[in-house]
């Protein structure tokens, strides 16, 4: 069973930094593109960040580029998102994201097959 959990979520000042991880399990996502999206209250989910099956190609949210990075790490089968700046604007739940094949990436909802938990971010003004 495929298990995609979130952590590093918090309370944070404006201008503060977190670093949200998301370890997988029931699955080697080697060969899979691997996301991140959002939902703050009262709005829809939206993307935030992805990253290529071959970990050399990433992609941004223009709400987000500059501030986020996505990372990935094959050995420990998890994806990072190191989000410096934060802005109240980021306080969302954070949910991690995969494809249901290989080589996807899954940059829109129609793309996610998986979905983690999710972890609150709260920025403060």
């Known amino acids: 069973q495929v298990q995609l959990v979130e952590s590093g979520g918090g309370l944070v000042q404006a201008g503060g930094s977190l670093r949200l991880s998301c370890a997988a399990s029931g699955r080697t996502f080697s060969n899979y593109g691997m996301g991140w999206f959002r939902q703050a209250p009262g709005k829809e989910r939206e993307f935030v960040a992805a990253?290529?099956?071959?970990?050399?190609?990433?992609y941004y949210a223009d709400s987000v580029k500059g501030r986020f990075t996505i990372s990935r790490d094959y050995g420990k089968n998890t994806v990072y998102l190191q989000m410096n700046s934060l802005r109240p604007e980021d306080t969302a739940v954070y949910s991690c994201?995969?494809?249901?094949?290989?080589?996807?990436?899954?940059?829109?909802?129609?793309?996610?097959?998986?979905w983690g938990q999710g972890t609150q971010v709260t920025v403060s003004s």
């Open positions: 994201a995969a494809p249901k094949n290989e080589f996807i990436l899954p940059d829109q909802t129609n793309r996610v097959f998986y």
């Open positions: 990253i290529s099956w071959s970990g050399r190609s990433t």
